[in-house]
């Protein structure tokens, strides 16, 4: 991404300034049709795309020297010709919708040749501007179904379908509400982009510096003190940015350092970051966008997906946790050092209290009383940037003007870096996602995986599984859970499960992809960091991270699990789900009281399972399990060289 400067800074400033605006008014006072609302923040979206990010991200000179570099490359700090026209190109059709979306809206059926010639140049712009931001991966997969949506009457067999001519497919995506401006489009510009600037923006107030003192004072004082440090604060952060890499990034930079200078190998602190900020796009009030996406495809309120993720989320820690404690043992890494442990009236001082959990607490009571959730975001960002102005510093003018810029800079941060690469991305796989509705893809899905159902419902579930985690490798999850939910939330549908359940079940599994080999960008990202080799780190990452692996197949057929039901079963299953992950965790990371022994990690994690299974016998069962091999760890007394040179290594 490039570092603008001079006039091309200030044009990004007014754009992101101008959309900014616009976000806050329409969340609190109009609802604007999708037309409408999608075409302007598209448009922003388009215009900061191509200044910012060029054709060629590796050919970047400080100065254009030659005509293919004006033309072509560009500057670090200025667009190149090319930019500019694709710029000017892609808001032309933007601005078209705005104009003309009500005589749009009303010509259903009805297309003029330039409309076309419009839609086209908008779809080329937009699988270039995701190109350029987030690689090949998502243009080329929305090429394939656009392709497969021209030619499927010439594919034989159970994928073959009518077909469809190119004028049909390009008035679909550019001139109906279904195509490039329907629901994935619509809610980006109208809830999820006020919840991309709502994380900077708080950063940026001193919100984030309180959960990093709030995560020292606490993580710091057990077993294995700086990792878990990375698990409160990678909860915490997790919180306002929903996005794996951006956690990584965000408290890696400071966790990851700090555990490599207490004794911990570069590959498990980098392991520890990459699982615990995995888990920050489950964790609520503020989970990844795709929770967003969920609650719409489901037509439920957010705070119903909000809710259901509580109890999976607080178990996904515990494990991490619990990975890191017993791995702790095995090499004696201890609390963190007392001169590192910020003191209480630090923590706790008033203003930093008011600062942290008033825009917070406003944000979590707006959404319990159902508030839409736009609206709970933009009074809590405006919370937050009143509470900074009046306590973050000396009320003189040359201060309070400083503060303006800090906030100024956190939009500034948060839209470049984040919503208008989002913005883009989000459109084009609208395009994919219109495409499998339109060409009956999904069903095609879905009855494969109804057949596997019938030999057995888990054989489906996995097959549900590796899907998603394929689609995910090298894509946002957002966009991974999105396609996946369009092309295999039907198939978990007619198996009888709970809509929620299996968009859930498909969410968990988009994440994991980022933890999960060959493409893992949570694991590049925290290796990079911790200058630690990839592939062990993502070892270390999925059996650190093991309950988002088994937690999905436990609260698709228990509801228990998502807070359905009786409070008193929620809460004993709540218990025994976070006590169950420490038997687990001994058994995949091989250490308890001391290494353990092939038998003894298999009573670990049957005993485990058995806990997390609400069945009073299973659970008794599981307990006995889990007790043989504590008693096993404690009286017999057998070598274990190898597992203890592979511990050593790993």
């Given at each position: 991404?490039?570092?603008?400067?001079?006039?091309?800074?200030?044009?990004?400033?007014?754009?992101?300034?101008?959309?900014?605006?616009?976000?806050?008014?329409?969340?609190?006072?109009?609802?604007?049709?999708?037309?409408?609302?999608?075409?302007?923040?598209?448009?922003?979206?388009?215009?900061?795309?191509?200044?910012?990010?060029?054709?060629?991200?590796?050919?970047?000179?400080?100065?254009?020297?030659?005509?293919?570099?004006?033309?072509?490359?560009?500057?670090?700090?200025?667009?190149?010709?090319?930019?500019?026209?694709?710029l000017i190109l892609s808001v032309i059709p933007c601005i078209y919708i705005m104009i003309s979306?009500?005589?749009?809206?009303?010509?259903?059926?009805?297309?003029?040749?330039?409309?076309?010639?419009?839609?086209?140049?908008?779809?080329?712009?937009?699988?270039?501007?995701?190109?350029?931001?987030?690689?090949?991966?998502?243009?080329?997969?929305?090429?394939?179904?656009?392709?497969?949506?021209?030619?499927?009457?010439?594919?034989?067999?159970?994928?073959?379908?009518?077909?469809?001519?190119?004028?049909?497919?390009?008035?679909?995506?550019?001139?109906?509400?279904?195509?490039?401006?329907?629901?994935?489009?619509?809610?980006?510009?109208?809830?999820?982009?006020?919840?991309?600037?709502?994380?900077?923006?708080?950063?940026?107030?001193?919100?984030?510096?309180?959960?990093?003192?709030?995560?020292?004072?606490?993580?710091?004082?057990?077993?294995?003190?700086?990792?878990?440090?990375?698990?409160?604060?990678?909860?915490?952060?997790?919180?306002?940015?929903?996005?794996?890499?951006?956690?990584?990034?965000?408290?890696?930079?400071?966790?990851?350092?700090?555990?490599?200078?207490?004794?911990?190998?570069?590959?498990?602190?980098?392991?520890?970051?990459?699982?615990?900020?995995?888990?920050?796009?489950?964790?609520?009030?503020?989970?990844?966008?795709?929770?967003?996406?969920?609650?719409?495809?489901?037509?439920?309120?957010?705070?119903?997906?909000?809710?259901?993720?509580?109890?999976?989320?607080?178990?996904?820690?515990?494990?991490?946790?619990?990975?890191?404690?017993?791995?702790?043992?095995?090499?004696?890494?201890?609390?963190?050092?007392?001169?590192?442990?910020?003191?209480?009236?630090?923590?706790?001082?008033?203003?930093?209290?008011?600062?942290?959990?008033?825009?917070?607490?406003?944000?979590?009571?707006?959404?319990?009383?159902?508030?839409?959730?736009?609206?709970?975001?933009?009074?809590?960002?405006?919370?937050?940037?009143?509470?900074?102005?009046?306590?973050?510093?000396?009320?003189?003018?040359?201060?309070?003007?400083?503060?303006?810029?800090?906030?100024?800079?956190?939009?500034?941060?948060?839209?470049?870096?984040?919503?208008?690469?989002?913005?883009?991305?989000?459109?084009?796989?609208?395009?994919?996602?219109?495409?499998?509705?339109?060409?009956?893809?999904?069903?095609?899905?879905?009855?494969?995986?109804?057949?596997?159902?019938?030999?057995?419902?888990?054989?489906?579930?996995?097959?549900?599984?590796?899907?998603?985690?394929?689609?995910?490798?090298?894509?946002?999850?957002?966009?991974?859970?999105?396609?996946?939910?369009?092309?295999?939330?039907?198939?978990?549908?007619?198996?009888?499960?709970?809509?929620?359940?299996?968009?859930?079940?498909?969410?968990?599994?988009?994440?994991?992809?980022?933890?999960?080999?060959?493409?893992?960008?949570?694991?590049?990202?925290?290796?990079?960091?911790?200058?630690?080799?990839?592939?062990?780190?993502?070892?270390?990452?999925?059996?650190?991270?093991?309950?988002?692996?088994?937690?999905?197949?436990?609260?698709?057929?228990?509801?228990?699990?998502?807070?359905?039901?009786?409070?008193?079963?929620?809460?004993?299953?709540?218990?025994?789900?976070?006590?169950?992950?420490?038997?687990?965790?001994?058994?995949?990371?091989?250490?308890?009281?001391?290494?353990?022994?092939?038998?003894?990690?298999?009573?670990?994690?049957?005993?485990?399972?058995?806990?997390?299974?609400?069945?009073?016998?299973?659970?008794?069962?599981?307990?006995?399990?889990?007790?043989?091999?504590?008693?096993?760890?404690?009286?017999?007394?057998?070598?274990?060289?190898?597992?203890?040179?592979?511990?050593?290594?790993?």
């Amino acid at each position: 991404m490039r570092e603008l400067s001079r006039g091309w800074k200030i044009l990004a400033s007014i754009l992101v300034g101008c959309w900014s605006i616009f976000l806050l008014y329409t969340a609190l006072t109009i609802a604007l049709h999708p037309l409408l609302q999608g075409g302007v923040s598209l448009a922003f979206g388009l215009a900061l795309v191509f200044l910012l990010y060029p054709i060629n991200s590796r050919h970047l000179p400080e100065k254009a020297t030659s005509w293919k570099d004006r033309f072509l490359y560009g500057t670090k700090d200025s667009p190149s010709w090319m930019d500019i026209l694709f710029l000017i190109l892609s808001v032309i059709p933007c601005i078209y919708i705005m104009i003309s979306w009500e005589a749009v809206a009303r010509a259903v059926g009805r297309y003029e040749n330039y409309q076309l010639v419009l839609g086209i140049i908008l779809i080329i712009l937009l699988l270039e501007g995701t190109r350029r931001a987030l690689g090949k991966a998502i243009p080329i997969l929305v090429l394939l179904f656009l392709v497969y949506a021209l030619t499927g009457q010439y594919i034989p067999g159970f994928f073959g379908h009518a077909g469809y001519h190119y004028a049909e497919i390009f008035y679909q995506l550019y001139l109906m509400t279904e195509g490039i401006w329907g629901l994935l489009t619509d809610l980006t510009s109208r809830v999820i982009a006020l919840f991309v600037i709502f994380g900077p923006v708080l950063f940026a107030v001193g919100v984030g510096k309180g959960f990093m003192d709030i995560a020292k004072f606490t993580g710091g004082r057990f077993t294995g003190g700086a990792g878990q440090i990375a698990v409160v604060s990678s909860a915490f952060f997790g919180m306002l940015s929903g996005s794996s890499v951006a956690n990584v990034a965000t408290t890696g930079s400071f966790t990851i350092p700090t555990m490599k200078k207490v004794g911990y190998k570069p590959e498990f602190a980098g392991a520890i970051e990459a699982s615990a900020s995995s888990g920050g796009q489950i964790t609520p009030p503020i989970m990844g966008a795709g929770a967003f996406v969920m609650a719409e495809f489901l037509n439920i309120p957010y705070l119903e997906v909000m809710l259901a993720a509580v109890i999976p989320a607080l178990v996904y820690y515990a494990g991490v946790w619990a990975g890191i404690y017993v791995e702790a043992k095995r090499y004696g890494l201890g609390k963190l050092p007392r001169e590192l442990i910020p003191k209480f009236r630090e923590v706790f001082a008033p203003k930093q209290l008011v600062i942290v959990f008033i825009p917070i607490g406003i944000l979590i009571i707006l959404l319990l009383m159902y508030i839409p959730p736009q609206i709970c975001a933009a009074w809590s960002l405006i919370a937050a940037m009143i509470l900074f102005m009046f306590l973050g510093g000396p009320l003189t003018l040359k201060n309070a003007w400083e503060r303006i810029k800090i906030i100024s800079e956190a939009y500034f941060r948060g839209i470049t870096s984040a919503l208008a690469w989002l913005m883009v991305m989000m459109s084009c796989v609208q395009m994919a996602v219109t495409m499998i509705s339109l060409t009956g893809f999904g069903v095609k899905i879905s009855e494969i995986i109804m057949s596997l159902a019938g030999v057995n419902i888990f054989l489906a579930l996995l097959a549900t599984m590796i899907c998603a985690i394929i689609l995910g490798m090298g894509m946002t999850t957002t966009a991974a859970y999105v396609i996946a939910a369009a092309v295999l939330g039907p198939a978990l549908e007619g198996l009888g499960l709970p809509p929620l359940a299996g968009h859930l079940f498909i969410f968990w599994f988009a994440i994991k992809s980022g933890l999960t080999p060959p493409v893992c960008i949570a694991v590049f990202t925290a290796a990079a960091i911790a200058g630690s080799n990839w592939l062990r780190t993502a070892w270390i990452s999925i059996r650190l991270g093991i309950g988002g692996y088994i937690m999905p197949f436990f609260f698709v057929f228990y509801p228990v699990f998502l807070m359905k039901g009786h409070p008193l079963d929620v809460i004993r299953m709540a218990i025994l789900a976070i006590l169950a992950m420490f038997p687990l965790e001994a058994s995949v990371m091989g250490h308890f009281l001391k290494p353990t022994t092939p038998l003894e990690r298999v009573l670990f994690f049957a005993g485990g399972l058995g806990v997390l299974h609400p069945s009073g016998i299973s659970d008794l069962i599981g307990l006995g399990l889990i007790g043989l091999g504590l008693l096993s760890q404690k009286y017999v007394k057998i070598s274990i060289p190898f597992i203890g040179r592979r511990a050593k290594e790993t």
